[in-house]
């Protein structure tokens, strides 16, 4: 036997119901004072770590890009597998002319750079 409304095959819709609380912060939060004092690239922590060796922040930017933009760029061969500096090698070995500043940076950068950016995420 079918019902006689509808009514219960629907969801049915609550009135009026718990309303959420709104918080009320002050302007010059915790969360606030956090972000203001890192809003400088060449003072963050952990640039101005990276700076306390030598370089400043915007040269490790610049060769992340650079060692970034060379693992994207599928002339010199598949990244997935292989060190940044082999990819470097083998693209030398077969003729296609990697660029010589990726190899600068490689051979004076840490064992954090040269793994490929894709390294991890496929």
Not at 12 to 21: H, L, S, V, Y
Not at 48 to 56: P, R, V
Not at 92 to 105: F, K, S
Request: net charge positive.
């Amino acid at each position: 036997m079918a019902s006689v409304g509808m009514g219960g095959f629907y969801r049915q819709k609550k009135r009026g119901g718990i309303a959420k609380p709104t918080l009320k912060r002050s302007s010059t939060g915790k969360s606030a004072a956090i972000a203001l004092s890192f809003t400088d690239p060449d003072q963050s922590p952990v640039l101005g770590a990276i700076a306390e060796h030598g370089k400043t922040a915007s040269a490790v930017a610049f060769e992340e890009e650079r060692l970034r933009q060379f693992d994207l760029d599928m002339r010199y061969g598949p990244c997935l597998g292989l060190s940044r500096m082999e990819r470097w090698d083998r693209a030398a070995a077969m003729g296609l002319n990697p660029p010589g500043d990726v190899e600068a940076i490689l051979l004076k950068s840490s064992a954090a750079a040269a793994d490929c950016h894709w390294e991890g995420r496929i």
